[in-house]
């Protein structure tokens, strides 16, 4: 019983996961639906499969492919961002900031340091460094 | 309580026909970004699949389908990736 309303909870944000999809006007915004509402709802559903089938063997295999799942995800929609940024998917137009802009080099693949209106900030860590 | 599962599988194929139709009807502009539009929709696909091959062992009291669900898992990650490196170089 308690599986079973799991299980519908689950299936119900992988629904509204699929109407994100169907619905978003923008690539990245169709992105963020998939990865976050799919993985949550399947995420509920593999946990109600984990407790409906109450063995050690069957639950931590349950366990394992929610884990897998919630590892990949975010690499996956980093990927299939960067890539759609790259090849320059265009914003939606209410969409307010976009930061990337001007920083990134489209031939060598690389973040160039700051644009050039912004004055240069010492940073502690993570910066390239520019020769 | 079996009119709980079948309302799961009922909003699950209803995702499914969502997303079939949207991968058909994607606005082209630019081939790459087309593909995609084509990638997020398979990727969310292959979770679907995921999602309703879980289901599937449950309500037929099946363990071994976890398995196939563990492999697909690992397939799409795959596949995922590779679209998405491929369409990065692009051109």
């Known amino acids: 019983m308690f599986a079973q309303i799991l299980m519908f909870i689950g299936a119900f944000f992988m629904f509204v996961a699929a109407l994100g999809v169907a619905r978003m006007p923008d690539l990245f915004m169709r992105l963020q639906s998939n990865t976050k509402s799919a993985t949550f709802g399947v ?31 975010p690499v996956a929609a980093h990927m299939l961002g960067r890539a759609a940024y790259i090849a320059g998917a265009p914003l939606w137009k209410g969409t307010l900031s976009d930061d990337l802009k001007g920083q990134y080099d489209y031939k060598t693949h690389e973040l160039t340091a700051q644009p050039e209106e912004q004055q240069p900030k010492p940073r502690k860590t993570g910066e390239k460094r520019t020769k | ?69 563990m492999v697909l898992a690992l397939i799409a990650f795959l596949g995922t990736v590779a679209f998405a490196r491929y369409l990065e170089k692009g051109k």
Do not use: C, Q, Y
């Open chain 1, 43 to 73: 995420g509920f559903l593999l946990l109600g499969a984990a407790i409906h089938f109450w063995e050690f063997a069957i639950s931590i295999r349950a366990l394992a492919i929610l884990i897998f799942l919630f590892a990949t995800s």
């Open chain 2, 1 to 69: 309580m079996t009119f709980l599962n079948t309302l799961s599988f009922g909003l699950l194929a209803a995702a499914f026909i969502l997303v079939v139709i949207k991968m058909f009807l994607e606005p082209s502009r630019d081939h790459r970004i087309l593909a995609l539009g084509r990638a997020i929709s398979l990727d969310l696909m292959a979770t679907l699949a995921i999602g309703f091959i879980t289901l599937f062992a449950v309500v037929n009291d099946k363990k071994l389908f976890l398995d196939v669900a």
